[in-house]
Structures are given as structure tokens and as C-alpha cells.
């Protein structure tokens, strides 16, 4: 399966693609990470977030997006912006009729390094090591954008082979 | 001018259209509220927000969209939704490159009541003496957004001449 993660910000806007299933090794497609000027308006800054997702969308075409879940920090304007950029996210999937996950940072940090309270720099290098590539990607959120596709790809997974135990439980007579 | 006002929300999303200008009487055109389950996925839940408010800029053509800014409160939970759904909602609009203000809850309640700590109810009565309407407009969501594209006009109004008074301050050689 492919997987678009979506790390978003209204300033820096994470979004990385992985091809894998459990069990196999996972693929780096392509990471990028989206920027928008704090001098813009935000409603034009969420258009611009909005034409980059979309525009992901179309050319790589994922099975599934897996957003970062929005906690409260203690930053309250940048939560602000971070959940009016995960809402358009979630708008631009939804849109198309494909599934979303969110998934929290600490699910992330704990699927990519066996540690919900991993750093970011622990949390690059596993992702670098995952992948197989030469370096950690940067800046951060691009490769937290990667971990939230990894974390969804393992723990689809796990969530595709529960659902398919319990559907064979109710099926059986 | 014609404004929408939005009271962003993902449980209740208040739009109203208000038609007037500063010194003149203002007329309500149409009033609602947009609801969406807390059973859904938020993701389905913002794009219906999303329909309903492309819904409304075609069939009304405001000039301008009000939304109302949004801040942190005590409940954290509703805060993201809020801001999700606020910033839908000025993507809707900036895509058809409409002008988009935001204005704070005491902004709007100062403007219609001439205290910026009125009450609901307050609200409501001026909005309905404002409005010259029989009743005040239910739920509050719904008072709300039109009380904030009544404050826009207004303040839109003032902004206006002090652009206009800049401007020609400037040309003076």
C-alpha cells in the first residue's frame, strides 16, 4: 500500500510518501515539506497548503493519508494554525473518498523507535534506517511526515488483520 | 455591501448574510446553521462544512466574509474544531479571492452592544433591533454570525474612510 503522511503546520507543512505493507520493506516515494510566509494572510496560506496537498494527491495517488493528531501545547497560536492546516488536510483526503488516520506523536514515536517519548532526532534516525536512506531527511517534519506513513502502513496492518479476525468471528455460524 | 458571517464550529456552524451599509439601515438576507454528528469522522464532518459554505457563497455573492477569530478556551477539544472548521471555511472564501476579515468575539459584541462582555442574550436583542426582526435569531450560533457580519460592515465601513484619509494624506505632495 502507499501512504501519504502529513505532518502539518501552517509555516512548515510536512508531507512524505512510503510504499509497503507489514513485514516487507517500506520505500521512500518522495517527501517534501510545504512552506507559507507568516506575512501572508492565513486564509491564503491555507489555499496554498490546500494546492500542495491536492496536488500530492494527484500525482501519487495514495491508498491512504495518515494525518498528525492535534494536541493542545503550549504554543496556543501554533495550534491554531497546526489544526487549521490538519483540517484542510483532512478536506483534501476526504474529498477524494480516501481513508484517514490520525495518529498522535507519541503513536508515531512509538512505532518508529519502540519509544512514544523519543526525540527528533532519534525519531530521524529510525526513519532513515526504516527506509534505508544515506542520511535523516530534513528538516524535521519531513521525516515526521514519513514516520506518520510508516506508523500507518504497521499499524494498518495490525488494524486490517483485527478487523478481518472479527469479521471471520461474526461470520462464523 | 453584502457580508456572510461564519461562527465557525464543527457541532454548530453559524452563517448569516447581512446586506447594508454604515449609516444606513441593515438587512438580514438569510440566516442558519450548518450541524454536523460528533459520530461522523471529523474529516467528512469538515468537508460538509465545506459544501455548506461553498453552498452559500453561490447563492447569496457576498462582497466580504466575516469569520469569527478564534481563541483558546478551556475546552481544548472544541478549540480544534473550532479552528478547523474556521479555517474551512476561509479557504472556501480566499479560493474565490473574496475578502476575508476576522474579528474577535469582544470585537463583535462591542460593536453590537456597545460592550465588548455582553452576554448572549444581549446579543441576540441587538441583533434583532438591528436587524428590525420579530424575534431574536435561534440558536445563538445563528445571532452570532449575523452579529458579526453586522460588525463588519460597520468596522469595513470605518477601516474604509481611514484607508480612503491615508490615501489621500499620501497624494498630498
Redesign the interface.
Known sequence: MRVLGIDPGLTRCGMGVVDGSVGRPLTLVDVNVLRTSAEV????R??TI?KGVDAWLDEFAPDAVAVER???RSD?ST??GT??????A??C???RGLP?A?HTPSEVKAAVSGNGRANKQQVGAMVTRILRLDAPPKPADAADALALAITHIWRGGAQARIDAAVAAARSRP
Do not use: D, K, N
Open positions: 494572510p492565513v486564509a491564503h491555507l489555499v490546500e492535534v494536541f493542545a496556543v495550534v491554531m489544526a487549521q492546516a490538519s483540517g484542510i483532512m478536506v483526503a476526504a474529498r484517514i490520525l
